[in-house]
């Protein structure tokens, strides 16, 4: 069964402190893995796809990577209005819809 | 207007009520997505609209009806709904309709917040 977890949970970061979140995936063949910034009351707002391991793409402070089982977004020297929930979604070969994961949220702190 | 846009963006009502929610998307995409998102879980998708054509129904309760009248335009009508039906639901599209080819990437409006009293 297609599975996505996101860890950790809430992490809460010092303006400047560089930091990882980690999305693992569990997916019978990976069509595209979708990183999403959500504020609070709003939407997601999509940020990256990426499609096959090694693949890396970046957005300013944001910087995601790829690998067979999981991805990692980088997040350099945060700001406090980096402060918000990161989803993860993967979509699998054969398949069009997505599977998100529970999100981590992040603060940042002046 | 831009991107995908909902209506309203609160909404409370009893459980013995009917009410619809709208969603326009402004970008020429082709398919067109409900999701529902309660705290502490995963979206959780409940229909997706293909050229106007609904592809997938997520197991969702009949007191939820979609309506996809044109490519722009979708809407989620409610009747008799229970208060664990209380949460976020957002609107989303996607260039590609389904199957999706290389731009299945999905844009989402800001939400809908209903509480079912």
């Known amino acids: 069964e297609d599975q996505v977890t996101q860890s950790p949970e809430a992490l809460r970061l010092q303006e400047g402190e560089s930091s990882s979140l980690n999305c693992s995936y569990t997916?019978?063949?990976?069509?595209?893995l979708f990183w999403y910034r959500q504020d609070p009351g709003k939407g997601p707002e999509f940020l990256f796809t990426l499609y096959s391991a090694g693949e890396e793409k970046e957005k300013e402070r944001l910087k995601a990577t790829l690998t067979k089982k999981e991805s990692f977004l980088h997040i350099t020297a945060p700001k406090p209005e980096d402060s918000a929930t990161y989803l993860c979604a993967v979509q699998a070969s054969g398949a069009n819809n997505l599977f998100f994961g529970t999100g981590t949220r992040l603060t940042v702190i002046p | 207007e831009t991107g995908v846009t909902q209506t309203p963006r609160h909404l409370v009502m009893g459980m013995t009520n009917k009410k619809s929610l709208k969603c326009e998307q402004h970008?020429?995409?082709?398919?067109m997505y409900w999701y529902k998102q309660s705290a502490k879980k995963p979206l959780e998708l409940m229909f997706v609209?293909?050229?106007?054509?609904?592809?997938e129904n997520n197991s969702v309760p009949s007191r939820f009806s979609p309506e996809c009248p044109n490519s722009s335009h979708l809407f989620l009508h409610l009747h008799t709904l229970q208060p664990e039906d209380s949460a976020l639901y957002l609107c989303?599209?996607?260039?590609?309709?389904?199957?999706?080819?290389?731009?299945?990437?999905?844009?989402f409006g800001p939400g809908t917040r209903l509480t079912v009293l």
């Open positions: 970008l020429g995409h082709n398919a």
């Open positions: 609209y293909s050229l106007e054509e609904r592809v």
């Open positions: 989303a599209s996607s260039q590609d309709g389904w199957p999706s080819g290389s731009h299945n990437e999905q844009f």
């Open positions: 997916v019978s063949g990976l069509r595209g």
